[in-house]
């Protein structure tokens, strides 16, 4: 167990609809990040956060959004989902800085239909 | 652009067999690589190897990193059944706090 904890574990929705992800970091860590994972293109990043700042954006579309709120736990918004949203979101977290590896949570499996 | 690259993309081997997974990358002012074993979850840390640390020895699992030529070798000697997964590598450059990762090399292994 990393101690990243994210809900829900699965998600099916229609397509046009708008979702949350959700994500508590493990205890201490004050950097959040979010990654895609689906079956064609690896583990994509998305966005990180740092103690409530967002610190870096990678290929996160303009459809999703994210935020990390004071108490560190973060959340990530999917609007006006497609067919291909349809992935693995996991949500990893770490002290910050150098020398600190990342530690993933179980990650959310979104099914969009 | 930043980029990594894995080798082989897939692997089948028997018990008791050893394995060479490879991982090149292109980074911007590299500060570290990362290796992952993903199973059916969530992607659990290996090793982390940095310019002061080049060389990373867990049981039968050990990892080099050559800076010259920018790629890192993971090891596992003497598989078991319970190695079979994929193994993710990922990099650090000191410009930016994102990891970037490699596809993955799927191991399956055997009795």
């Known amino acids: 167990d990393s101690g990243v904890t994210q809900t829900p574990k699965h998600l099916i929705t229609a397509t046009g609809q708008r979702v949350t992800l959700r994500c508590s970091p493990r205890s201490g860590d004050l950097s959040v990040y979010w990654y895609q994972q689906s079956l064609d293109q690896g583990l994509q990043f998305l966005i990180q956060?740092?103690?409530?700042?967002?610190?870096a954006k990678g290929n996160i579309l303009e459809r999703f959004s994210a935020q990390q709120f004071p108490d560190l736990h973060s959340e990530l918004n999917l609007s006006s989902l497609e067919l291909g949203d349809s992935a693995l979101y996991f949500c990893?977290?770490?002290?910050?800085?150098?020398?600190?590896?990342?530690?993933f949570g179980n990650g959310t499996r979104l099914t969009v239909t | 652009e930043d980029k990594v690259v894995q080798s082989p993309l897939s692997l089948v081997v028997h018990e008791g067999d050893t394995v060479t997974l490879n991982c090149s990358y292109e980074?911007?002012?590299?500060?570290?690589l990362l290796w992952y074993k993903q199973e059916k979850k969530a992607p659990t840390f290996l090793f982390m190897l940095?310019?002061?640390?080049i060389e990373k020895k867990s049981g039968r699992l050990s990892s080099i990193l050559d800076k010259k030529e920018l790629f890192s070798i993971l090891n596992i000697t003497a598989t078991q059944t319970g190695d079979s997964a994929v193994y993710l590598c990922a990099v650090e450059g000191h410009n930016t706090d994102k990891l970037i990762f490699g596809t993955g090399t799927r191991l399956q292994v055997f009795p």
């Open positions: 990893a977290s770490n002290r910050g800085g150098a020398d600190s590896p990342l530690h």
């Open positions: 940095t310019s002061s640390g």
């Open positions: 980074v911007t002012n590299f500060r570290s």
């Open positions: 956060y740092y103690n409530g700042e967002e610190r």
